[in-house]
């Protein structure tokens, strides 16, 4: 049984940093791409960043780069996150989601359940 479960989120003031944990059992990190996204209500979700098995390719979006950092822990089963710089529209709800198929695919099987991120202006 895989899961995924998410946790680091909180409120932050504006231009602060937080870290988002994704550990992940019945899976491997060396055998799954991993990917973060978010959502806001009556968004779409964003996929914000992913690292691929090998941690060969990193993947972020537009809004987030050079501002969070994708990493894994492998000996841990551990994504994580690093989010520095933060502002209000980064508020959301962040997922975790792991994918054995395509790297950084707009549709994971497996997700976490999510950990909200709040930046107050």
């Known amino acids: 049984q895989v899961q995924v479960v998410e946790s680091g989120g909180g409120l932050v003031q504006a231009g602060g940093s937080l870290r988002l944990s994704c550990t992940v059992s019945g899976l491997r990190l060396g055998d799954v791409h991993m990917g973060w996204f978010r959502q806001t209500p009556g968004e779409e979700r964003e996929k914000i960043s992913c690292?691929?098995?090998?941690?060969?390719?990193?993947f972020y979006a537009d809004s987030v780069k050079g501002r969070f950092a994708i990493s894994r822990d492998v000996a841990k089963n551990t994504v994580y996150l690093r989010m520095n710089s933060l502002k209000p529209e980064d508020t959301a709800m962040y997922y975790c989601a792991a994918d054995p198929g395509p790297f950084c695919g707009p549709s994971p099987p497996y997700w976490g359940q999510g950990t909200q991120v709040t930046v107050s202006s």
């Open positions: 690292i691929s098995w090998s941690e060969s390719r990193t």
